[in-house]
């Protein structure tokens, strides 16, 4: 198994450079990949700030990659989630670190008022302003 760096997923999402495009289709069509969570949350931002992504655009990009039965990741249940929350508004940053501490806390702690709006509802673990 190998692992991947965002530029990696980036190239294979975005096309935008046709040899790099070409090398990291290869190691997807001949490795089991493995994807840290960090590496898919720094690709979320990319794609949303540097490409123009929106939303939808990458929680469609993300199931399509994290579909594929050679990709590995930490706990795939948890970043379905995360995509589920993203596409119904959540920052995907803000529902990684949700869905990370759902299980570990009561309730998140947060100054971003915006986080504890978006996420009411959304899981047993209470999003509340610090």
């Excluded at 997923?9 to 090398?23: A, G, H, K, M």
């Amino acid at each position: 198994m190998i692992g991947v760096d965002t530029n990696v997923i980036v190239r294979l999402i975005t096309r935008d450079d046709e040899e790099q495009f070409r090398r990291a289709k290869a190691l997807f069509a001949n490795h089991d990949v493995f994807i840290p969570d960090t590496v898919i949350l720094e690709s979320e931002w990319v794609l949303r700030y540097a490409y123009g992504f929106s939303p939808e655009e990458i929680c469609k990009a993300l199931l399509l990659l994290l579909g594929l039965g050679n990709v590995r990741v930490t706990d795939s249940a948890r970043l379905c989630q995360v995509i589920e929350w993203h596409g119904r508004g959540l920052d995907f940053a803000d529902g990684l670190h949700l869905a990370t501490s759902q299980k570990q806390t009561v309730t998140f702690q947060t100054f971003d008022k915006d986080f504890v709006s978006r996420a009411k509802g959304l899981s047993g673990c209470l999003v509340e302003e610090a």
